[in-house]
């Protein structure tokens, strides 16, 4: 994608973050999902095939849309077609909204409202959190954060940088399936197969990516970058997701915390290794030293995609 577009994209998600007012992809992807669901569990015994099935319908007609679109404002007009490209890149980068969301769970972690900091919070991420205390609900906030740091945030800009709207869409749709079907309960373990490795397959690179970058984020932003680079290498690894580990395992030694722990899902605890070291205790400001990090890694990869492809396109 031509640089100067994605930044531009990149400053509206800025500016915009995800308004209300305007219509959303991903929302159109999700209808999608729930839409074809039930007609392919019920024409398919077989439910990873049917799994399957739903994957490449939702990567066909969310690919083969896009396209479409950027075509048709090319053709009425190449400022109507640069719009467009904007429009859909920028719909596809949600940091603004990471921040917006977690800085939400913040507001009440520091007015005392344990309560509304757990709704909040169970609003951005998958466990359960109604039995969080104080420590859990930062733990948990800086983690998605984190985490999302790859997937919403350096992923989408990644596969702009590679390969345009079309290419970044077609992540968001894979990423939007593994969250709504790539689960491991009764209900999605074999429907929900294809998209939970798909989703695993495309952030293998930009996980890894967002983990280095944070590493080299931390100097900037007043963190200790060596010892992000000694947990990532150490700990990265750890949990049973491919990807998660590196963006979390770099921001835990950046931030000189301890993430993972015990957490509930679905009812049932489960037992995650531990990412960095307890040299600190889970505080706000470790919060706000998370925000710094996602800021100055995101610049870092977007000055990274300019450098490497502005000499294709000037």
């Not at 994608?1 to 990149?10: F, W």
């Not at 733990?139 to 596969?159: K, M, Q, W």
Request: glycine share 8%.
């Amino acid at each position: 994608m031509n640089p100067e577009l994605l930044l531009l994209a990149l400053a509206l998600d800025l500016a915009l973050g995800d308004p209300r007012y305007l219509h959303h992809p991903v929302v159109f992807i999700g209808s999608l999902i729930t839409y074809l669901e039930m007609p392919l569990r019920g024409l398919f015994t077989h439910q990873r095939l049917a799994g399957m099935i739903l994957v490449g319908l939702v990567l066909l007609i969310s690919g083969s849309a896009t396209a479409l679109l950027l075509s048709l404002g090319d053709w009425l007009h190449p400022w109507l077609g640069a719009a467009v490209a904007v429009y859909i890149a920028f719909t596809t980068i949600a940091l603004r909204q990471l921040h917006k969301e977690s800085a939400e769970v913040i507001r009440c972690v520091v007015a005392d409202d344990l309560v509304g900091a757990r709704v909040a919070l169970a609003l951005i991420v998958g466990r359960e959190t109604a039995q969080l205390d104080r420590e859990g609900i930062l733990r948990a906030c800086i983690e998605t954060v984190a985490e999302n740091a790859s997937d919403g945030v350096i992923a989408p800009l990644f596969y702009l940088f590679l390969g345009g709207p079309v290419l970044a869409m077609l992540y968001k749709a894979a990423n939007t399936l593994d969250s709504m079907v790539g689960y491991l309960d009764d209900r999605y373990r074999e429907f929900g197969w294809a998209a939970a490795r798909l989703d695993d397959l495309l952030n293998l690179l930009p996980a890894r990516l967002t983990g280095l970058l944070m590493v080299l984020a931390a100097f900037p932003a007043g963190l200790n970058g060596w010892a992000a680079l000694k947990v990532l290498l150490r700990d990265a690894r750890k949990p049973s997701s491919p990807n998660a580990g590196f963006p979390e395992a770099a921001a835990a030694g950046a931030l000189g915390v301890q993430l993972g722990g015990p957490a509930v899902y679905f009812g049932q605890r489960v037992e995650k290794p531990t990412l960095g070291d307890p040299d600190r205790r889970l505080t706000v400001a470790g919060y706000q030293a998370m925000i710094r990090l996602l800021y100055m890694t995101t610049l870092l990869m977007t000055v990274l995609g300019v450098l490497l492809t502005w000499p294709i396109w000037n």
